[in-house]
């Protein structure tokens, strides 16, 4: 989503702060987050599909947990 869009969102957020949006406003208000949400949806489900985990990754990190707990003790 380019930048002129996300600052059209947020210029009818304040508006909407300020007075009720007609219902044109309200209409593009929708849209306009739709579209974000989709965007931001997309691009957390490609950084998911690219992510890995291994175990290794798990267990040293469960053991630096313990060990920390540990010293709190």
Request: avoid cysteine; charge should be negative; charged fraction near 40%.
């Given at each position: 989503m380019?930048?002129?869009?996300i600052?059209?969102?947020?210029?009818?957020?304040?508006?909407?702060?300020?007075r009720?949006?007609?219902?044109?406003?309200?209409?593009?208000?929708?849209?306009?987050?739709?579209?974000?949400?989709?965007?931001?949806?997309?691009?957390?489900?490609?950084?998911?599909?690219?992510?890995?985990?291994?175990?290794?990754?798990?267990?040293?990190t469960?053991?630096?947990?313990?060990?920390?707990?540990?010293?709190?003790?």
């Open positions: 380019d930048r002129e869009k600052e059209r969102i947020n210029e009818l957020a304040k508006i909407k702060r300020e009720p949006l007609t219902a044109e406003e309200d209409a593009e208000r929708k849209a306009l987050y739709k579209e974000y949400l989709d965007a931001f949806r997309a691009n957390t489900e490609a950084i998911l599909a690219n992510t890995e985990a291994t175990l290794s990754d798990t267990q040293a469960l053991a630096n947990t313990e060990a920390t707990l540990a010293n709190t003790e």
